[in-house]
């Protein structure tokens, strides 16, 4: 039965379950009845209430090249799509739809310290930064030789016990005391 979905998993999906808006009301800023609105939309956009990659990528696309869109969604798939399915479904959307909305400048930067580890090991390298703050340069119209040389300089200033990486606590403490 493994990849086997079975009949009651598939209409559990299809309907809000008593069980979804509890837990999607204490883990997200949305009340019941906002969460039944987002569930009729999500329905309409995904009959299935599965939101696949390519979808999420359309969208993303609408507001960067299309290259862009497919690595940020990729990064963004890794921390989300938490059974690994390649799809959202609606609780999976709807995290990461409050973490957008709600989060606190902490929890937002967690979350990008978590985009930028493409590698998922804890730590960013330069090779991780470049890769994600190019990508940003580029769509500024900047060259990738003068992104990589600002990447190199904000890595330094990151680093802040010269190992290299940059910890998720050295991420976070370094954007928090920058003032720009």
Do not use: H
Request: glycine letters at 4%.
């Amino acid at each position: 039965r493994i990849g086997q979905t079975s009949p009651m998993e598939v209409l559990s999906r299809l309907s809000l379950t008593r069980e979804d808006i509890t837990f999607l009301e204490k883990n997200t800023i949305y009340n019941e009845d906002q969460i039944r609105e987002w569930f009729r939309l999500f329905k309409l956009d995904c009959p299935n209430c599965m939101m696949e990659k390519d979808k999420v990528e359309e969208l993303y696309s609408m507001v960067m090249p299309q290259q862009n869109a497919e690595a940020f969604v990729n990064q963004m798939f890794k921390v989300y799509d938490k059974d690994g399915n390649g799809l959202l479904d609606f609780q999976e959307f709807m995290l990461l739809s409050d973490s957008t909305v709600s989060a606190t400048l902490e929890e937002k930067l967690r979350w990008a310290f978590k985009i930028y580890d493409k590698d998922m090991s804890g730590f960013i390298s330069v090779a991780e930064m470049v890769t994600v703050l190019g990508t940003v340069y580029g769509l500024e119209g900047i060259s990738q030789v003068e992104a990589t040389e600002r990447v190199e300089f904000i890595f330094k200033l990151l680093d802040t016990n010269g190992d290299e990486e940059i910890s998720e606590e050295e991420f976070i403490r370094g954007c928090l005391e920058d003032q720009e």
